[in-house]
């Protein structure tokens, strides 16, 4: 029977396997480099890509509040206008009123009385004045009461401190005066009211 010595092909077989074995190895160390490189740069590229939008974003939003102030500026300043506006109508229709307020006095005041100060706090005013005699004082709150213009007289003091003129007296008194709706609303009830 024939020999064949095998240990030669043998030793080459395993050689040849070994190369394989490690050009497989070197081929998956390859590919796994060149996967995890190309997932490396996508994932960079998303991560960048991602910061420019978040730039983007942050700049918009910042453009969004500077607007925002803008408006809310806005806002304040059309709502100081309007009150101008409410202030001005206010006084546009008060403006009549002081007119008859001022004419009222002058006509409803006595010889003998004289004021020093007039001061009016809303639809208040408070006179403060000189007068000769307190009968003066008297009929001139009755003259105040009997006007439609002005009413509600109430005296808060009267004083005779004055030692060059005791007959003088100072005084200060406090009525109201009445708008055109007091008095167009009296007018209509009289107007409404049996007789």
């Known amino acids: 029977m024939a020999r064949i010595n095998l240990l030669p092909w043998r030793e080459l077989e395993r050689r040849r396997r070994r190369r394989g074995l490690v050009a497989m190895v070197a081929a998956g ?9 190309a997932l490396h740069l996508s994932l960079e590229g998303s991560i ?3 910061r420019s939008r978040n730039r983007f974003l942050r700049h918009e939003i910042g453009r969004l509040d500077e607007q925002i102030r ?4 806005l806002e304040r300043t059309e709502e100081r206008l309007l009150e101008r506006m409410r202030v001005i109508r206010r006084l546009q229709q008060s403006r009549p009123e002081m007119v008859h307020l001022l004419d009222e006095l002058a006509t409803r005041i006595p010889a003998g009385v004289h004021l020093t100060m007039i001061d009016q706090s809303g639809r208040t005013v408070v006179l403060e004045g000189r007068a000769r005699s307190d009968a003066l004082v008297s009929a001139f709150m009755r003259n105040i009461e009997d006007s439609e213009w002005i009413g509600k007289p109430s005296l808060i003091f009267i004083e005779h401190k004055d030692e060059a003129d005791p007959a003088a007296g100072r005084f200060r008194l406090r009525f109201e005066q009445l708008s055109a709706a007091t008095r167009h609303g009296g007018a209509t009830h009289e107007a409404g009211s049996p007789r």
């Open 70 to 73: 803008e408006l809310q500026g």
């Open 29 to 37: 160390l390859a590919a796994t480099l060149i996967l995890g490189s």
């Open 48 to 50: 960048s890509d991602q």
